[in-house]
């Protein structure tokens, strides 16, 4: 009865007496009908507009995947604290061309059959608000991934809505050669608008405002909301956790974790360079190098280097890792490492410090406004920096003393990420 229910009732309208607020989620849907765990952006975006929802019943999550408008709240309201389940219940809520084949058993046919007549009546019967005066439309993810959201903004702008967008980084216009695919024209399309815009870092605000002088558009407010270090769902300095299965037999000797998909940008093939010819130098001294993350992009020769890794060998690939397994990884870590290129953030390494973990750093970009002096930084185009890095970390004396300091430092939940991004969202009067 509830799948009747949830197929009958009306998506979308206005909650209340204030005016609407709109979050875009179209991307983490897609992503969520690929993958059965989220990315970094996709972390990022769930966390702010989870809390965004319950906080007020005027915001409207939605969803124009395959040009259909969808109302997210009800998926949200009825998911914990719990951002793997709300990924699953997301997947099984879109049964369009893409769903990963694991969905069509016995036990999803009639979720799957239910989802699959709501898709029909919206995609006849719903259609998008007019995003007129009044209206708030909040974009915090990957835009640049859907034309579709791209013209929503441009519609919102043209129609006097307050259009407020949220920029990770601005790579795809400064750093092109980082990216699978050209995103350049629409990011150009994006700020040309006039909108509200948040950066995470000073650094990243300073980016936004040289990238849209360049391109003449009219002056318009830029916000710099620094994002969070917490690990959703895990306290802080969390230990004493039992590893997952697939994890055992990591359980038993001291490493050295790296987060983060494989991906050119990450700098993995150096980094591996390095942990070889630290391995030379160290022998057993030297602890396991795990590489946690999902396959990425213009990384085949790192890729190629890890699917050839010995068993039992240095150097331990963990792929697509869960939430859990990554609690446990960073939990049961020595450090962490962060070779990045470029950072918009850099969730590692406020992750690394949630957990109470020392980080071994990248110095570029904004990881060091994330990190503060609280890490260990080194150029990541230098194996030497690198490897003086790691040999300074795996002193204990060392680690003792910055774990210390870690401890006693103020650290940033996503909801206090979320309360300034709905005071900019949702301005209170008074």
């Not at 983060?260 to 150096?270: A, C, P």
Request: glycine fraction near 8%; charge should be positive.
């Amino acid at each position: 009865m509830a799948l009747v229910r949830r197929f009958l009732e009306p998506i979308g309208g206005k909650r209340g007496a204030s005016s609407p607020i709109y979050i875009d989620l179209t991307d983490i849907v897609e992503h969520a009908l690929w993958h059965a765990t989220g990315a970094g952006i996709q972390r990022v975006q769930l966390e702010v507009a989870i809390n965004l929802v319950r906080a007020d019943p005027n915001v409207t999550p939605f969803s124009l995947c395959r040009n259909t408008w969808r109302d997210l709240r009800a998926v949200i309201d009825e998911t914990e604290n719990d951002n793997e389940q709300l990924h699953d219940r997301l997947r099984g809520y879109f049964p369009y061309p893409g769903a990963r084949p694991s969905l069509f058993r016995p036990r999803y046919t009639a979720r799957l059959a239910m989802a699959r007549l709501g898709a029909l009546r919206d995609r006849f019967v719903l259609r998008p608000p007019p995003l007129s005066a009044g209206d708030t439309l909040f974009i915090g993810g990957q835009f640049w991934m859907s034309k579709t959201i791209v013209k929503l903004c441009q519609r919102a702008a043209a129609g006097g809505a307050n259009l407020i967008v949220l920029f990770h980084d601005l790579i795809p216009l400064t750093h092109p050669q980082f990216t699978g695919h050209d995103f350049a024209e629409q990011y150009r399309r994006v700020l040309r608008l006039p909108a509200h815009f948040i950066a995470t870092t000073s650094f990243g605000a300073n980016e936004l405002g040289a990238a849209r002088k360049h391109l003449g558009a009219a002056p318009a407010p830029v916000s710099v909301v620094p994002l969070a270090h917490e690990f959703p769902g895990a306290p802080r300095k969390e230990t004493r956790l039992r590893p997952p299965k697939e994890l055992a037999e990591l359980a038993d000797a001291p490493f050295v974790l790296c987060v983060g998909t494989v991906e050119v940008r990450k700098n993995h093939l150096l980094l591996l360079s390095v942990w070889e010819e630290l391995e030379a130098e160290l022998g057993a001294r030297l602890p396991k190098l795990v590489i946690a993350g999902r396959r990425g992009w213009k990384a085949e020769a790192a890729l190629r280097k890890l699917d050839a890794l010995p068993r039992c060998g240095r150097i331990v690939f963990v792929e697509a890792p869960s939430d859990a397994a990554l609690r446990w990884l960073y939990s049961a870590s020595l450090f962490t490492i962060l070779p990045s290129l470029f950072e918009g953030w850099g969730l590692p390494v406020g992750e690394s410090l949630w957990f109470g973990k020392a980080c071994a750093a990248s110095n570029t970009s904004s990881i060091p406004t994330v990190g503060g002096d609280l890490c260990v930084y080194f150029d990541p185009r230098d194996p030497a920096a690198i490897k003086a890095a790691v040999r300074r970390l795996l002193d204990s004396d060392v680690r003792r003393s910055l774990e210390a300091k870690i401890g006693a430092a103020k650290l940033r939940t996503w909801a206090e990420v979320a309360a300034d991004i709905g005071r900019i969202v949702a301005p209170r009067a008074g």
